[in-house]
């Protein structure tokens, strides 16, 4: 119980967001293959390059969040620096905001678009039970970041 404990506390719902989103997207490429439906543009490099730094943006923000959140993993306290001054999610942000629209433009596929709305709205949802244990563990501190911070975007919606 313990170990499992320890695990949640590093890897959160990343696991079981992760493994639904390649689920959906593993369908979503299927129905791309099957029923060809691409984005219409005049110079599709644009998309792909636009894509490219989407993905870039999202790798660099991933990686300042997983940097950032080391020292809460060795302080055991709420991390409310870097990243997460902005956003209570940012690594999850880094996925669903910038690298995966970015990977659905570099393929040129609106049914690769509708993935990533539909990742956006599962993600939303799994991250309600990390935000529970988050209040669990910080009570009032938690509560007062989340009043301030986006769940996903720097500015609350809502």
Same mark, same amino acid.
């Given at each position: ?47 792909? !390059? #636009?894509?490219?730094?989407?993905? &870039? =943006? ?7 969040? +997983?940097?950032? @959140? ?26 669903? !905001? #910038?690298?995966?629209?970015?990977? &659905? =433009? ?7 678009? +509708?993935?990533? @709305? ?41």
């Amino acid at each position: 119980m313990a170990a499992q404990k320890v695990l949640k506390k590093i890897f959160g719902i990343g696991p079981v967001g992760a493994a639904a989103s390649l689920c959906l997207l593993a369908f979503f490429l299927w129905a791309d293959a099957t029923f060809t439906l691409t984005i219409a543009i005049d110079h599709a490099g644009v998309l792909k !390059t #636009f894509g490219v730094l989407l993905m &870039a =943006l999202g790798f660099g923000l991933h990686c300042w969040s +997983f940097s950032t @959140l080391r020292s809460w993993w060795i302080d055991d306290q709420l991390c409310t620096k870097g990243p997460f001054r902005y956003v209570r999610h940012p690594m999850y942000a880094a996925w669903i !905001t #910038f690298i995966c629209p970015g990977a &659905a =433009l570099y393929l040129n596929s609106w049914w690769c678009l +509708f993935w990533v @709305l539909l990742v956006h709205v599962l993600w939303h949802q799994l991250v309600k039970e990390e935000e529970k244990i988050m209040l669990a563990t910080f009570g009032d501190a938690y509560r007062a970041y989340a009043a301030r911070t986006g769940r996903f975007f720097p500015v609350k919606l809502g």
